[in-house]
């Protein structure tokens, strides 16, 4: 309805430019927004105001003169009204909306989707945690986040690549390296000390037990740092294949496994230090390579080569994100937990050293996850041995449970996970909650077919029994989704769907409560039963988004 009424206040604008009455030579988009007072309309417009200065007239003046170019010839406006020092607020006919309500459903499960991203690509790079031991919860918060992102992006027309960049090289995966190798000497009898900075958890036990196994004791003899090397490789590679396996039960795929070992073999991170030295951003100091990030903002220079002739953790960011810029794509987005916040400033430095346009860089910051158990710390779990494992959370509650809470808050905000409401299946349960709005229109449905009712075509003349406010007032929510869809992509906040779908739902239930949508009036019936299975389609079209499954039955 919004995009129908912004037509129609272009069109005004234009005919009092026409007929003389505006003079200013260029029009701004008209702005529409939902007023928060229902007395003001469904929607409201400033656009007067900012007409004003070019036109040289007061805005109130301007408003009055732009309604008397409305024209509205299929009465789609009920009332159309000038209010405070400008403002213009529409109200729709109910005619409208019910009209509204047959678009809805001829669009089915296009509903929602937009061609706003239409030749964009966009990279989503998320979840990414070293493959030296098990995803935990934060991994999870930021595997929901970055799929729903990727979801939504897709849905309003961006071609969207996943990825996932893989710290397979370094100091923490010699660390887990020298874990395995403790625990392998102690399963082969030997008498050894564990790493103080070891991984202490279960599978690395598990690991070493199977290398014993596969391989036998030919390594008791090696030299440690072959050992080490083949233990992290190794390791490495079958938590990887973990990992993999948590995703995908997770409902998470990636078009792209991106390793840093494979970049640093590739010189990709020799290239970017290179062009960097040659754009005089380079220094030697101290037998080290040094970024001169103080140049770009950043509080202090960045090593990029140790004294030792190691590469740096930045080096490796710096020589992955010249990559990905350089694969050709409008914005690049990278889902981080929130402990790194402050690689932000220095990244994006070295990529403006680097020539390249560090807005194209966006970094979402997730928060940790408290997890409780009605209100008490859940303890770390055994066989991580530090956190608690997503896969213990899947068990416990599933995917869709897990997902949708991890939704329940901007990514940026604390977020409490509360096992035993996950498991309720109450009105306490948000989850809950919308998937029975999706499987109680469900249930309608076959009582209508036990009653020998068929499913109503969705057309004008059996909306027309919709008269009631509250049936009016669903077809206004539904209306609002597809702003709501594109406002989550623009914002890059896919919590926004979830407050949608949660305020849907509880405006269905609260309709059911107090309306019969079988009744022996066929026509009222058919015309809910159209209206019901909008509100359906759309709390499904929103689960889905977001990575949730839809429910005919619970």
């Not at 935990?136 to 992102?149: P, Q, T």
């Not at 309709?511 to 058919?526: E, G, I, N, P």
């Amino acid at each position: 309805m919004k995009t129908e009424l912004a037509a129609v206040l272009e069109q005004a604008i234009a005919a009092a430019r026409a007929g003389g009455d505006l003079a200013i030579d260029e029009a701004p988009q008209p702005h529409l927004e939902i007023p928060r007072d229902k007395e003001h309309g469904d929607l409201a417009t400033n656009v007067a105001m900012l007409l004003s200065k070019a036109a040289r007239r007061p805005p109130r003046e301007i408003a009055e003169l732009l309604t008397g170019h409305i024209s509205d010839p299929s009465g789609m406006l009920s009332r159309v009204e000038v209010a405070g020092p400008g403002f213009i607020n529409f109200t729709f006919s109910d005619g409208a909306w019910r009209d509204r309500l047959v678009t809805i459903l001829q669009s089915g499960d296009d509903y929602g989707s937009s061609k706003l991203g239409e030749g964009k690509r966009v990279q989503v790079e998320f979840v990414s945690a070293n493959p030296t031991g098990p995803l935990h919860i934060g991994h999870g918060r930021g595997a929901a986040s970055g799929d729903a992102l990727a979801r939504i992006l897709e849905a309003v027309g961006f071609e969207v690549d996943r990825e996932y960049y893989i710290n397979d090289a370094g100091v923490q995966i010699e660390t887990l390296g020298r874990s395995v190798h403790a625990r392998y000497l102690e399963l082969c009898g030997q008498d050894v000390e564990f790493p103080e900075d070891g991984y202490p958890g279960q599978y690395v036990t598990d690991i070493a037990s199977d290398l014993k196994d596969e391989e036998g004791p030919r390594w008791v003899e090696a030299p440690a740092a072959e050992a080490v090397s083949h233990f992290g490789a190794v390791a490495s590679a079958r938590m990887l294949e973990e990992i993999r396996s948590d995703l995908d039960r997770f409902g998470v795929r990636m078009d792209n496994y991106q390793s840093e070992l494979e970049l640093r073999s590739s010189g990709d991170v020799e290239r970017a230090i290179e062009a960097l030295r040659a754009a005089g951003h380079v220094y030697d100091k101290d037998g080290a390579v040094w970024f001169n990030a103080t140049e770009f903002g950043d509080d202090k220079d960045r090593p990029l080569i140790k004294s030792d002739g190691q590469l740096t953790y930045f080096a490796a960011d710096v020589g992955y994100h010249f990559h990905k810029l350089e694969q050709g794509y409008d914005t690049t987005i990278d889902v981080w937990g929130a402990d790194h916040h402050g690689y932000v400033k220095r990244v994006k430095a070295a990529l403006e050293a680097l020539g390249k346009d560090p807005s194209k860089l966006t970094v979402l910051l997730v928060q940790m996850v408290n997890l409780t158990r009605d209100g008490e710390p859940v303890r770390m779990g055994k066989r991580s041995g530090e956190f608690v494992g997503l896969r213990e959370v899947i068990d416990e509650v599933g995917p869709d449970l897990a997902r949708f809470f991890f939704l329940m808050r901007k990514s940026d905000a604390q977020l409490e996970f509360d096992l035993e409401l996950a498991r309720r299946q109450s009105a306490e349960n948000p989850v809950f909650y919308v998937q029975y709005a999706h499987t109680r229109i469900a249930g309608i449905f076959r009582q209508a077919d036990q009653k020998g009712l068929s499913e109503p075509s969705a057309d004008s003349a059996t909306a027309q029994a919709l008269e009631h406010p509250d049936e009016i007032a669903l077809v206004r929510v539904l209306d609002e989704f597809p702003d709501v869809v594109e406002s989550a992509a623009l914002s890059y906040e896919p919590h926004r769907v979830v407050f949608y779908a949660q305020r849907l739902a509880g405006d269905f239930h609260r309709f059911y409560s107090k309306h019969k949508c079988v009744t022996d009036d066929a026509r009222l019936t058919a015309a809910r039963l159209l209206l019901v299975s909008a509100v359906k389609l759309v709390i499904g079209r929103a689960l889905r988004l977001v990575g949730v499954n839809a429910p005919e039955r619970m």
